[in-house]
């Protein structure tokens, strides 16, 4: 190894190195295993000591034998050019070699799972990944479908504020209600605002003009959730009745949750600062009177009580639950740092997604979001995706030229 990290790998590819570990092709499992962990442990050694072409990284690829074994295996569904041949199929032409072996291993080692490629890799000898692999990644960067068009990319934001239309008459412009019992949405925290509308509809709350709730789709109600998270809210005046200074100790049992001075820093606890004082009295009543239910709410005060509380709440400022991310292409510029044109990671293999299936973009996102496509903490951690961030994400990729 230290030999390589001094700048050998022109003679001797991380892949060689690994195969030698066992150069006949393995046929128990605990040879596959040793071969695998050599691979694993290092490959990624090996490529950070190396400066070679990507193709030389992972050894010498036989094109021509390549492209039979896709004719044979693959064109079917990955097509002769390398376009997928129906949404969900990813495209592959001018895909990262390495990266296609990677994907590859893991389906044949079944850390990715798939059926029909896992059947079809589980045989495959490590030159016909290898061939395959260098096929795809020789064929050039697919043109735009001609029927495909750009369509304008919208961000989850753009969305919701184009829904929040209907809205605005009751809840006000940007969320901040000024009209008496109709709370305020602006800086709400995401997920209690989505569980708030499906309690409507699902007839655990009640409102007036349901059906305009229902008319939502999915990806609109998460879009307009994060519209309204990131809306700023406005400071009130005290209310009428109460007394905030008497209502600041009766807080304590309550800042636990909903936080300290009423502003939630947890996605389902809704805000309590700066709402609409008539809407609070009837909610914290609604809970007290058990006509809304909820488990975790407190429902022994007194009318007394609940006003002061409410006038303590309704003069604290609040702020707004999500930072405002209004365009799609701000939403991708920490992934734009990975797989953003002319980018180079010396230590990862990050694949091509630029024009990507659409349909595919949306199903490697949520299998990260869901788990069930190891690997990649990066993703798990950058994506506490939402269908509507997942869509408006995977539309722009898809849009761009692929390269
Ligand atoms: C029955 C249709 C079908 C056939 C045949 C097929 N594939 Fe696929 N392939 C798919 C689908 C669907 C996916 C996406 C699976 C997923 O989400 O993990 C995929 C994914 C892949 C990926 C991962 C791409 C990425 O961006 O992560 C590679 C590489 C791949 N296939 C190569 C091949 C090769 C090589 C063959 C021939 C040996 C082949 N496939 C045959 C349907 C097929
Ligand atoms: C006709 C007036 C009106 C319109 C239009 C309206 N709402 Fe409301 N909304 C209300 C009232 C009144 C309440 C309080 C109902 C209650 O007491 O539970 C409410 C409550 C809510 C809540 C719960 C807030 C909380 O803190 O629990 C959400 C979320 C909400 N509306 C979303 C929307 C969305 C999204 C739209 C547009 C698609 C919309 N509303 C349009 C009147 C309206
Ligand atoms: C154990 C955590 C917890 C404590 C303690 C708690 N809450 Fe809540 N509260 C919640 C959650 C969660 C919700 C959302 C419930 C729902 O979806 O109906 C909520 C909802 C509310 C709402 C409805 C807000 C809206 O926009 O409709 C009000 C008002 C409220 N709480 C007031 C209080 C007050 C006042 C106290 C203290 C006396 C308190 N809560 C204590 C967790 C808590
Ligand atoms: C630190 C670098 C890095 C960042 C930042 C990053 N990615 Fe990735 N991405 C990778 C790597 C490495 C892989 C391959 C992982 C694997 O094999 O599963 C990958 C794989 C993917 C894939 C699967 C592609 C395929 O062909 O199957 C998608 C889709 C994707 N990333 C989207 C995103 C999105 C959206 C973001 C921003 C939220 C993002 N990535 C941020 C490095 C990164």
Not at 168 to 175: Q, T
Not at 305 to 323: C, P, R
Not at 350 to 361: E, F, H
């Amino acid at each position: 190894m230290a030999r390589m990290l001094n700048g050998e790998c022109r003679t001797v590819s991380a892949e060689r190195v690994a195969m030698r570990s066992s150069p006949v092709e393995p046929s128990s499992t605990s040879r596959l295993s040793t071969r695998t962990l050599a691979f694993v442990v290092l490959l990624p050694l090996v490529l950070i000591g190396c400066e070679e072409t990507k193709e030389a990284a992972i050894g010498p690829a036989d094109i021509a034998a390549g492209k039979a074994v896709v004719e044979a295996q693959c064109a079917g569904c990955h097509g002769s050019d390398g376009r997928g041949v129906a949404p969900g199929i990813p495209d592959l032409a001018a895909q990262e070699a390495r990266y296609l072996v990677a994907s590859l291993t893991a389906y044949k080692q079944g850390t990715r799972t798939h059926a029909a490629l896992q059947d079809l890799t589980v045989e495959m000898k490590d030159a016909d990944v290898r061939n395959v692999a260098g096929f795809f990644a020789s064929l050039p960067p697919l043109e735009a479908a001609a029927d495909q068009g750009m369509p304008s990319v919208l961000s989850p934001y753009e969305k919701g504020e184009a829904a929040s239309d209907v809205c605005a008459r009751c809840h006000g412009e940007d969320g901040n209600s000024t009209t008496v019992g109709i709370p305020t949405l602006a800086g709400q925290q995401p997920r209690y605002f989505v569980s708030a509308v499906r309690a409507y509809l699902d007839g655990r709350r009640s409102i007036e003009g349901k059906e305009m709730l229902r008319e939502l789709s999915h990806v609109d109600l998460e879009s307009l959730a994060l519209y309204y998270a990131s809306q700023s809210p406005a400071r009130r005046e005290a209310p009428a009745f109460g007394d905030p200074a008497a209502g600041e100790p009766l807080s304590a049992r309550c800042g636990g949750c909903h936080g300290a001075y009423g502003v939630s820093h947890e996605t389902s606890t809704p805000s309590l600062a700066s709402q609409e004082p008539h809407y609070l009295i009837k909610a914290i009543k609604a809970y007290r009177d058990q006509t809304r239910q909820h488990s975790v709410m407190l429902d022994d005060n007194t009318d007394e009580e609940i006003e002061n509380l409410v006038a303590f709440y309704t003069v604290q400022e609040s702020a707004a639950a999500e930072g405002a991310v209004i365009t799609v292409e701000e939403l991708v510029a920490k992934c734009d740092r990975c797989h953003g044109e002319g980018v180079e990671q010396p230590t990862l293999t990050v694949p091509k997604i630029a024009g990507q299936n659409r349909a595919y973009l949306i199903n490697a996102m949520r299998a990260y979001r869901d788990g069930k496509r190891g690997n990649s903490m990066m993703h798990s951690m950058s994506l506490p995706y939402s269908e509507a961030i997942i869509e408006s994400v995977a539309s722009l990729y898809s849009s761009q030229p692929a390269r």
